[in-house]
């Protein structure tokens, strides 16, 4: 079946502008992540969804950035007032829930490698 | 899909004791990653060992890679009640695009 999918798959902007980034999950899963991944480091959670809810944002790196999610399905990474430093691969994942007892098992998207000249 | 299986799946210690997850892979890797997930949250970075290591340190996590069986095992050591999340192993091949998560081993330390 269709995975997560993630567009656009590469964006490169100018400093000082703002980018939305999207991110479709698989259907029926209500958990939804966004993590960022800058060159040769691992992972960096940015926000957690259940349902449309984002239980804690405080892994978001600034205020600059924001998230939302509608219909339990689409979500957008927003960043505005982009700098050099937001250059980066945005991932999203989903998975069914987020039970400490249940499948943890999440499925990455593609993600969008955002470049900020 | 998976590439990395922790196991075990399930682990529960007492608090002060040692706590040792294993996670194999199949194809060579660039580099593994160990990342911790607690209630509500996402993934958190622990630490990432590349190919052409052995072993590292970070803390009371200590991680070991031996390329040769294909396998690694992540050591918390003297655990603590807070140390209760699940473990999740990810494998990197070498074009580092291609990140594979294991199923992960969750991991109660008892108080």
């Known amino acids: 079946g269709a995975g997560v999918s993630q567009s656009p798959s590469n964006k490169v902007t100018e400093k000082g502008k703002d980018v939305e980034l999207r991110c479709d999950p698989i259907?029926?899963?209500?958990?939804l992540y966004w993590y960022r991944q800058r060159l040769g480091q691992g992972l960096e959670f940015l926000i957690y969804?259940?349902?449309?809810?984002?239980?804690?944002k405080s892994g978001l790196p600034s205020d600059r950035f924001s998230a939302e999610r509608t219909g339990e399905s689409v979500s957008t990474l927003t960043i505005q007032r982009t700098q050099q430093e937001d250059s980066a691969v945005y991932l999203c994942?989903?998975?069914?829930?987020?039970?400490?007892?249940?499948?943890?098992?999440?499925?990455f998207g593609p993600g969008t490698r955002l470049t900020v000249t | 899909s998976q590439q990395g299986e922790e196991d075990p799946q399930a682990l529960s210690i007492q608090e002060g004791e040692n706590a040792t997850m294993n996670c194999s892979y199949k194809?060579?890797?660039?580099?593994l990653q160990w990342y911790r997930q607690n209630s509500g949250r996402g993934l958190v970075h622990l630490i990432l060992?590349?190919?052409?290591?052995r072993e590292k340190h970070s803390g009371r996590l200590r991680v070991t890679l031996d390329t040769s069986k294909k396998s690694s095992s992540l050591l918390i050591t003297a655990s603590r009640a807070a140390d209760t999340a699940s473990y999740f192993c990810a494998t990197v091949t070498d074009n580092n695009n291609d990140m594979r998560f294991g199923a992960g081993t969750r991991l109660t330390v008892k108080p």
């Open positions: 060992i590349r190919s052409n290591e």
């Open positions: 994942a989903s998975s069914l829930a987020w039970d400490f007892y249940s499948s943890h098992e999440q499925y």
């Open positions: 259907s029926g899963h209500t958990a």
């Open positions: 194809t060579s890797i660039n580099n």
């Open positions: 969804f259940q349902g449309n809810s984002a239980p804690d």
